[in-house]
């Protein structure tokens, strides 16, 4: 378990759910640009940060070439990794195929499945989130066979010209990997992400639990002392979390530089 400890004024952040490159390109470039003046203004009282899933809305690496563009956000978080704030990445739906780009070339780890911290003495289990919880069937036997070694194998044999648009093209229109019903609240009794967490609770406490995936900005109270976060998203909230002194809320990010 990793331990923070926050000091003076500092802050601990997290974002997930950028969907960088959806629909199109230049239609994420504003969203990319709000995002990284978000980085630059966080930086300041920054103890960490934290990048919880889908960042990309596609990421395929292949041995020695990557998908086009990004150059901001990845410049960005060198930077701000560069100037000693730690940056933790969890790998989501849409950037589930990255490998060791992150950590070769930027130095940051990357995290495949969830992950207990401990924050100013506050038990964190976070996450991306998907495939947890008594639900997603379909998806949990996608996810199996794209992250089947084999599968991966062949797809890199495509020319990135072809297997990156083909990958864009599969990220936008399969529904069971767009998300695109992961907007609407179920209502408590059926998130399964609150399930999940709850039969967490009854193997050991947590103090919070904070995953993305589902592009709602939620907070629910599980029980005394303990609380499900859900981050929201940077395509329609623009929100984000904030861990302070002993205490976890969520924030919507108003950019005072224009787009």
Same mark, same amino acid.
């Given at each position: 378990? +990793?331990?923070?400890?926050?000091?003076?004024?500092?802050?601990?952040?997290?974002?997930?759910?950028?969907?960088?490159?959806?629909?199109?390109?230049?239609?994420?470039? *504003?969203?990319?640009?709000?995002?990284?003046?978000?980085?630059?203004?966080?930086?300041?009282?920054?103890?960490? +940060?934290? /990048? /919880?899933?889908?960042?990309?809305?596609?990421?395929?690496?292949?041995?020695?070439?990557?998908?086009?563009?990004?150059?901001?956000?990845?410049?960005?978080?060198?930077?701000?990794?560069?100037?000693?704030?730690?940056?933790?990445?969890?790998?989501?739906? &849409?950037?589930?195929?990255?490998?060791?780009?992150?950590?070769?070339?930027?130095?940051?780890?990357?995290?495949?499945?969830?992950?207990?911290?401990? +924050?100013?003495?506050?038990?964190?289990?976070?996450?991306?989130?998907?495939?947890?919880?008594?639900?997603?069937?379909?998806?949990?036997?996608?996810?199996?066979?794209?992250?089947?070694?084999?599968?991966?194998?062949?797809?890199?044999?495509? &020319? *990135?010209?072809?297997?990156?648009?083909?990958?864009?093209?599969?990220?936008?229109?399969?529904?069971? +990997?767009?998300?695109?019903?992961?907007?609407? =609240?179920?209502?408590?009794?059926?998130?399964?992400?609150?399930?999940?967490?709850?039969?967490?609770?009854?193997?050991?406490?947590?103090?919070? =639990?904070?995953?993305?995936?589902?592009?709602?900005?939620?907070?629910?109270?599980?029980?005394?002392?303990?609380?499900?976060?859900?981050?929201?998203?940077?395509?329609?909230?623009?929100?984000?979390?904030?861990?302070?002194?002993?205490?976890?809320? /969520?924030?919507?990010?108003?950019?005072?530089?224009?787009?």
């Amino acid at each position: 378990m +990793i331990t923070i400890t926050t000091s003076g004024n500092k802050k601990v952040y997290f974002a997930s759910d950028q969907h960088l490159g959806a629909p199109t390109a230049a239609s994420s470039f *504003p969203r990319e640009k709000k995002f990284v003046a978000w980085l630059d203004e966080v930086k300041k009282d920054a103890e960490a +940060i934290f /990048l /919880l899933g889908d960042l990309f809305d596609f990421w395929f690496e292949y041995k020695t070439v990557v998908p086009m563009g990004f150059v901001r956000v990845l410049g960005k978080l060198a930077e701000i990794k560069d100037s000693g704030i730690p940056v933790y990445f969890f790998v989501g739906n &849409h950037d589930l195929w990255m490998h060791d780009y992150f950590e070769t070339e930027l130095n940051i780890p990357v995290f495949y499945s969830p992950q207990e911290f401990l +924050i100013n003495n506050k038990k964190i289990l976070m996450g991306h989130g998907d495939g947890l919880g008594p639900h997603d069937k379909g998806y949990k036997r996608m996810k199996k066979v794209f992250t089947f070694p084999l599968f991966k194998w062949f797809f890199r044999w495509l &020319h *990135p010209d072809l297997g990156v648009k083909l990958g864009q093209y599969m990220s936008i229109k399969n529904k069971m +990997i767009s998300g695109e019903e992961d907007a609407k =609240f179920l209502g408590e009794e059926n998130e399964w992400l609150v399930q999940y967490c709850k039969r967490k609770l009854t193997q050991q406490h947590y103090d919070y =639990f904070v995953f993305g995936h589902r592009h709602l900005p939620l907070e629910i109270e599980l029980q005394e002392n303990s609380t499900y976060i859900n981050l929201g998203d940077w395509i329609q909230y623009f929100t984000y979390g904030q861990f302070d002194e002993n205490t976890f809320s /969520l924030h919507k990010y108003k950019s005072t530089k224009k787009d």
